[in-house]
T-cell receptor, first 115, second 110 residues
């Protein structure tokens, strides 16, 4: 299993441009998450999904959109890039075990620089 | 809300036990405590989780107080490769959201 894969690894955007960060998992996990991590800070939840066709907002959803058309893929869309969106973006997936225990598996991250 | 509090940084001598505390006084009765670590800027890596009882695996031990308001992650014989940021997290009740704080930056010293 490749686990959670993210593309691209690094991207530079100009202010106002748009892009899609890709996330794919091959573990057949129902739950998927997008986090952002600013320098020296912890992770903040942007959006999450509990299954295909179901998404919901996290702590910091403004400026982002998501979709979940398949179990495997959970792309994150930035419509009008702003310098405040310069960050490292992590995708994660999990699946509940009996007793509702969930271990999240993280991808390697996408570094985004908005200039 | 589901929030955890951890010291911002700790040092530990190589070969000694590293004890990392976490306060989660608002945890609800059926929510687990999870520990992850992040080495450099890699994606966080799962370490261990627990509900009430103490837990141990090949990476670490987790001690949860009887009132469940705090826990301690124990790395029994810290190595230089254990230098990382350690996060203690809980789920927001009745949601699928997990709140990561700023974690504890553990530095293992040679």
């Amino acid at each position: 299993n490749a686990g959670v894969t993210q593309t691209p690894k690094f991207r530079i955007l100009k202010i106002g441009q748009s892009m899609t960060l890709q996330c794919t998992q091959d573990m057949n996990h129902n739950y998927m998450y997008w986090y952002r991590q600013d320098p020296g800070m912890g992770l903040k939840l942007i959006y999450y999904s509990v299954g295909a066709g179901i998404t919901d907002k996290g702590e910091v959803p403004n400026g982002y959109n998501v979709s979940r058309s398949t179990t495997e893929d959970f792309p994150l869309r930035l419509e009008l890039a702003a310098p405040s969106q310069t960050s490292v973006y992590f995708c994660a997936s999990s699946s509940p075990d009996p007793g509702n225990q969930e271990t999240q598996y993280f991808g390697p991250g996408t570094r985004l620089l908005v200039l | 809300d589901a929030k955890t509090t951890q010291p911002p940084s700790m040092d530990c001598a190589e070969g000694r036990a590293a004890n990392l505390p976490c306060n989660h006084s608002t945890i609800s009765g059926n929510e687990y405590v999870y520990w992850y670590r992040q080495i450099h800027s890699q994606g966080p890596q799962y370490i261990i989780h627990g509900l009430k009882n103490n837990e141990t695996n090949e990476m670490a031990s987790l001690i949860i107080t009887e009132d469940r308001k705090s826990s301690t992650l124990i790395l029994p014989h810290a190595t230089l490769r254990d230098t990382a940021v350690y996060y203690c997290i809980v789920r927001v009740p009745r949601t699928y959201k997990y709140i990561f704080g700023t974690g504890t930056r553990l530095k293992v010293l040679a």
